[in-house]
């Protein structure tokens, strides 16, 4: 199998955690580049590993769920190793709770294998998050993003290789602890945090990880000589990416096919399957520009059709319709070989389906995603209408099933991007596709 990428291609929430589970089934290995707490991707399976005799299979048995924040969606699977790269900021308590989850709900340890140069991200980030006002100015999702990636631009972040060694690990929490004190020597809940307790209380939270602290850069190439099968999850969407989203409403890492080399350590050239994951609509959390926002009852209702409530924080997202200039941005940056499209019985029950194929800004017409917020923000999207279906989607298992409409929503959605779209999904469960 071709070592695979899953990409966000819009803003996040496009049902990567699904596409990734179902693709990794039979990988070696499934491996996060990037971000941290802040991604939530949700899986529905039916398939869980269970004990039967002496051998764990999937079995099929009733639907369980699983939300995913750190770890790969693949590490669900039996045989998968899930890989914690060094691109990501890994927060340890979050860790620690994600792995006791992903414990019971397979009855047993998930295989995980996390880089020593990956960042930490600590309690006083979130609290440095809100103080700043990064968090309500941009609507963040408030884990501590943001300042956890900036400790590590800034060259005085912790890695996980330091909690291999206690002392210095200690002295390097207590520098940065002073230096956070000083710059708000007023905030009580930063005051609190103290080096020793801090120190002791993750080393002893780290018991539990230590021993998967590897160097997964060589791990990676390793297996990638020898034909393994790696699955490489994307987190947030190419919109959020720090560079080639929409700056300065993004998030701070590399959301884009470029992060597997920075984040990863594998050169992009050994990826040949680049999969966008695109919904049929679209979607925001948070603030900044989106042209194709439904501000109206049409957004209400695919909200309420689409369970449009953020995995990680529970916030409403913002709904709109497709918008084919932002694809073609994110499909020309990512060099999509193939499309993934979700979500599509979300769509059922409107008479016609906007599509935006070019906006309009300042009476010229725009083909270019503009990437400068103040264009962005000030862009109108053209739209072609195309019929809507009545029909619930969710029971369709194969193409032909589909309404003709509903053929036709996907048929242009691949003419006018020139790229094939191989899967489309029609409900949450990892049962629900479509097959092209
Ligand atoms: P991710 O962050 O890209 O992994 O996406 P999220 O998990 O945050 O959000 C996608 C949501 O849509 C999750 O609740 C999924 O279970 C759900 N989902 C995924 N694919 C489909 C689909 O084809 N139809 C419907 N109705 N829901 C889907
Ligand atoms: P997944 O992986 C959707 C958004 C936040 C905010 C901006 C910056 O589930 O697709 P941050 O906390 O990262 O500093 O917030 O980015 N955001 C996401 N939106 N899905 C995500 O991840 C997101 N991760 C961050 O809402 O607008
Ligand atoms: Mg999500």
Same mark, same amino acid.
């Given at each position: 199998?071709?070592?695979t990428?899953?990409?966000?291609? *819009?803003?996040?929430?496009?049902?990567?955690g699904?596409i990734v589970?179902?693709?990794?089934?039979?990988?070696?290995y499934?491996v996060r580049f990037?971000?941290?707490t802040?991604?939530g991707?949700r899986?529905?399976?039916s398939?869980v590993?269970?004990?039967v005799?002496?051998?764990?299979n999937?079995i099929?048995g009733?639907? *369980?769920?699983f939300?995913?924040?750190? +770890?790969p969606?693949?590490a669900?699977h039996?045989?998968?190793?899930?890989?914690?790269?060094?691109?990501?900021?890994?927060?340890p308590?979050?860790?620690v709770?994600?792995?006791?989850?992903?414990?019971?709900?397979?009855? #047993?340890?998930?295989?995980?294998s996390?880089?020593?140069n990956a960042?930490?991200l600590?309690p006083?980030?979130?609290?440095?998050?809100?103080?700043?006002?990064?968090?309500s100015a941009l609507?963040?999702?408030a884990?501590g993003?943001g300042?956890?990636?900036?400790?590590?631009?800034?060259?005085?972040?912790? /890695?996980?290789?330091d909690?291999?060694?206690?002392?210095?690990?200690?002295?390097?929490l207590?520098? +940065?602890?002073?230096?956070?004190h000083k710059i708000w020597p007023d905030?009580?809940e930063l005051?609190?945090l103290?080096?020793?307790?801090?120190a002791?209380?993750v080393?002893r939270?780290?018991e539990?990880?230590?021993d998967r602290? =590897?160097d997964t $850069?060589?791990l990676?190439n390793?297996?990638?000589?020898?034909?393994?099968?790696?699955?490489?999850?994307?987190?947030?969407?190419a919109?959020l990416?720090?560079?080639?989203?929409t700056y300065?409403?993004?998030?701070?890492?590399t959301?884009?096919?470029?992060?597997?080399?920075?984040?990863?350590g594998?050169?992009?050239?050994?990826? #040949?399957r680049?999969?966008?994951?695109?919904?049929?609509?679209t979607?925001?959390v948070?603030?900044?520009?989106?042209?194709?926002?439904a501000?109206?009852?049409?957004g209400?209702?695919? /909200?309420?059709q689409?369970?449009?409530f953020g995995?990680?924080?529970g916030r409403?997202?913002?709904c709109?319709?497709?918008?084919? $200039?932002?694809?073609?941005?994110t499909?020309?940056i990512?060099g999509?070989t193939?499309?993934m499209?979700?979500?599509l019985?979300?769509?059922?029950?409107?008479?016609e389906?906007?599509?935006?194929t070019?906006?309009?800004?300042?009476?010229r =017409?725009?083909?270019d995603?503009?990437?400068v917020c103040?264009?962005?923000q000030?862009?109108e999207?053209?739209?072609?209408?195309?019929?809507?279906?009545?029909e619930?989607?969710?029971?369709c /298992?194969?193409?032909?099933?589909?309404?003709?409409a509903?053929q *036709?929503?996907? /048929?242009?959605?691949e003419?006018?991007?020139g790229?094939?779209i191989?899967?489309?999904?029609?409900g949450?469960?990892?049962?629900?596709?479509?097959w092209?």
């Amino acid at each position: 199998m071709p070592a695979t990428a899953v990409l966000g291609a *819009q803003w996040g929430d496009e049902g990567k955690g699904k596409i990734v589970h179902l693709l990794s089934r039979d990988a070696d290995y499934c491996v996060r580049f990037n971000g941290g707490t802040n991604a939530g991707h949700r899986v529905v399976t039916s398939r869980v590993p269970v004990l039967v005799g002496a051998d764990r299979n999937e079995i099929p048995g009733k639907p *369980q769920e699983f939300k995913f924040h750190l +770890i790969p969606a693949g590490a669900l699977h039996e045989n998968c190793t899930g890989v914690l790269a060094h691109g990501m900021v890994i927060d340890p308590y979050a860790l620690v709770q994600e792995l006791n989850a992903l414990r019971e709900l397979r009855g #047993s340890d998930p295989q995980i294998s996390i880089s020593a140069n990956a960042h930490m991200l600590l309690p006083y980030h979130p609290i440095i998050e809100r103080l700043e006002g990064s968090q309500s100015a941009l609507d963040t999702t408030a884990k501590g993003i943001g300042p956890a990636y900036r400790d590590k631009a800034a060259r005085i972040g912790l /890695r996980m290789s330091d909690l291999l060694f206690p002392q210095r690990f200690f002295e390097k929490l207590s520098a +940065i602890l002073e230096r956070y004190h000083k710059i708000w020597p007023d905030h009580p809940e930063l005051q609190r945090l103290q080096a020793s307790e801090l120190a002791q209380e993750v080393l002893r939270l780290s018991e539990s990880f230590r021993d998967r602290i =590897v160097d997964t $850069v060589r791990l990676l190439n390793d297996a990638l000589d020898q034909d393994k099968y790696v699955v490489f999850e994307g987190a947030q969407g190419a919109l959020l990416d720090l560079d080639l989203g929409t700056y300065p409403y993004v998030t701070s890492s590399t959301a884009t096919i470029g992060g597997i080399g920075s984040g990863a350590g594998v050169p992009p050239q050994r990826i #040949s399957r680049v999969i966008g994951v695109a919904k049929a609509y679209t979607t925001r959390v948070g603030h900044g520009p989106f042209p194709t926002e439904a501000i109206d009852s049409n957004g209400e209702r695919l /909200r309420a059709q689409g369970q449009e409530f953020g995995t990680t924080t529970g916030r409403p997202r913002r709904c709109g319709w497709l918008d084919l $200039v932002a694809l073609r941005y994110t499909a020309m940056i990512n060099g999509f070989t193939e499309l993934m499209l979700t979500k599509l019985d979300v769509l059922t029950g409107f008479k016609e389906i906007p599509i935006a194929t070019s906006y309009r800004y300042h009476g010229r =017409v725009l083909y270019d995603f503009p990437t400068v917020c103040e264009i962005l923000q000030e862009c109108e999207p053209v739209y072609e209408r195309l019929p809507g279906w009545q029909e619930p989607l969710s029971d369709c /298992r194969d193409f032909s099933e589909l309404p003709k409409a509903a053929q *036709q929503y996907v /048929r242009v959605i691949e003419d006018e991007l020139g790229i094939p779209i191989s899967m489309v999904s029609v409900g949450p469960s990892d049962e629900q596709n479509l097959w092209r």
